[in-house]
């Protein structure tokens, strides 16, 4: 049974740093690419980040130069790094995993296979 747990969400002050961890069980870690996505209230679930198989990062233009994704198979995790987060950050954020391994693919939802439940990031002003 596939399981993606997210983890390390929760209330920030605008300008700090918090890192979500998502650890995946029940599949091929190595194999797939991993995203982060986010969802605030009455919106879409919009792309934030995404890593490669072999490591190469890809990330929303709002999000560029603030977060960092990263990844380490040994323990089937993914990281997201959120620096200096303002309060348009504030959003359920969703781990997923696909098999993906054209960069044109990796902002699309469609291209992930499983999802965890998301945990809650709220920045406050």
């Known amino acids: 049974q596939v399981q993606l747990v997210e983890s390390g969400g929760g209330l920030v002050q605008a300008g700090g740093s918090l890192r979500l961890s998502c650890a995946a069980s029940?599949?091929?870690?190595?194999?797939?690419?991993m995203g982060w996505f986010r969802q605030a209230p009455g919106k879409e679930r919009d792309f934030v980040a995404a890593i490669s198989w072999n490591g190469n990062a890809y990330y929303a233009a709002s999000v560029k130069g603030r977060f960092t994704i990263s990844r380490d198979n040994a323990k089937s995790t993914v990281y997201l790094q959120m620096d200096s987060l303002k309060p348009e950050d504030t959003a359920v954020y969703y781990c997923?995993?696909?098999?993906?391994?054209?960069?044109?693919?990796?902002?699309?939802?469609?291209?992930?296979?499983?999802w965890g439940q998301g945990t809650q990031v709220t920045v406050s002003s």
């Open positions: 029940g599949l091929t870690f190595s194999r797939l690419a």
């Open positions: 997923a995993a696909g098999p993906i391994f054209s960069s044109s693919l990796y902002e699309a939802r469609n291209g992930y296979h499983y």
